[in-house]
């Protein structure tokens, strides 16, 4: 066989071997991404409409938000049309834009979860100065460049990856087209680019986790030494729940990416795909905003507005 039939399109294998637990994956699949996108449309509209959460803690999670969605709609509307008919194919153009997307929206995340954590380290550590270092301009910026790290993370990775030899072998053992499934079909050595995803992934993935636990380190020695027991609860609360979404993303993504020929196409990897791709993107509206009293307030003024 050729080259020529993977250029035409692949065939996303998923879960098709059982074909049971596709009945029940579509049902939860479907539920999950309702809510995903009415959780995260609501923070949207809330931190636009209200003005009191025009503040540098809700600019970031409108982006966190904005980016769920794209994050979950560019690979959960073909897992559904996969999961509900015996048509498992994709063509290599709907693959290639789904590997980008998910190579660059996952790279934005990284990026941006460590933003967010540098945000909460101005706001209690330097509370007198943090309308002077978290000024709009930087807020930008910051936000500016997390996304243009996610661009330079697709454009470095998905040709590469596309370009691949696979001598007819089509068959992706997942239910998306993801880098280390696609790694894997190839039929020529990929120790070079596994190298690459090696490094990059440091560069995207554990650099900004180490800023990120190093700002968290920061805030926990302030708050202990903070002299109010409703203050210090206040910001662990706070931290908590950054800290609950900072695991759940950065945990599975290093499990995936820090070993990409080996484990992306077993049941784990491709549940643990599943759930940063799904289940995170739903529970970040919960865990950040909507326990949030501001945010509750501000529903509360809306709904009356009405």
Not at 2 to 24: A, I, M, W, Y
Not at 262 to 271: A, E, H, L, R
Request: charged share 10%.
């Amino acid at each position: 066989m050729t080259n020529q039939s993977c250029q035409e399109q692949f065939v996303l294998l998923g879960f098709s071997d059982r074909p049971q637990l596709e009945k029940t994956l579509f049902v939860f699949v479907l539920i999950f991404y309702l809510v995903t996108l009415v959780g995260n449309t609501v923070i949207i509209l809330v931190s636009r409409l209200d003005p009191c959460l025009h503040t540098p803690m809700y600019f970031f999670l409108t982006n966190l938000s904005f980016l769920d969605l794209c994050f979950t709609t560019s690979s959960v509307p073909q897992l559904l049309f996969n999961l509900g008919g015996p048509d498992k194919t994709i063509s290599y153009t709907g693959c290639a834009i789904q590997l980008f997307m998910f190579l660059g929206l996952g790279g934005t995340e990284c990026v941006l979860l460590a933003v967010m954590a540098y945000d909460r380290f101005a706001a209690i550590c330097k509370p007198l100065h943090y309308s002077i270092i978290m000024h709009p301009r930087l807020c930008w910026k910051l936000v500016s460049m997390t996304w243009g790290v996610g661009l330079l993370n697709s454009l470095a990775m998905s040709p590469v990856t596309m370009r691949l030899p696979r001598c007819g072998n089509c068959e992706v053992k997942h239910f998306l087209c993801e880098m280390p499934a696609l790694i894997k079909i190839a039929c020529v050595d990929t120790v070079a680019v596994e190298s690459t995803v090696f490094i990059l992934s440091v560069m995207i993935v554990l650099v900004p986790l180490a800023l990120t636990l190093v700002s968290y380190s920061c805030i926990a020695m302030a708050v202990l030494h903070m002299k109010s027991a409703t203050g210090r609860r206040k910001a662990f609360n706070t931290c908590g729940s950054h800290l609950t979404v900072v695991s759940l993303f950065y945990g599975n993504i290093i499990y995936m990416y820090m070993q990409p020929g080996n484990n992306s196409s077993q049941d784990p990897g491709k549940f643990l795909t599943l759930f940063y791709n799904l289940v995170t993107p739903m529970l970040n509206p919960v865990i950040y905003t909507l326990r949030n009293k501001d945010v509750k307030g501000a529903l509360r003024r809306l709904v009356s507005r009405k």
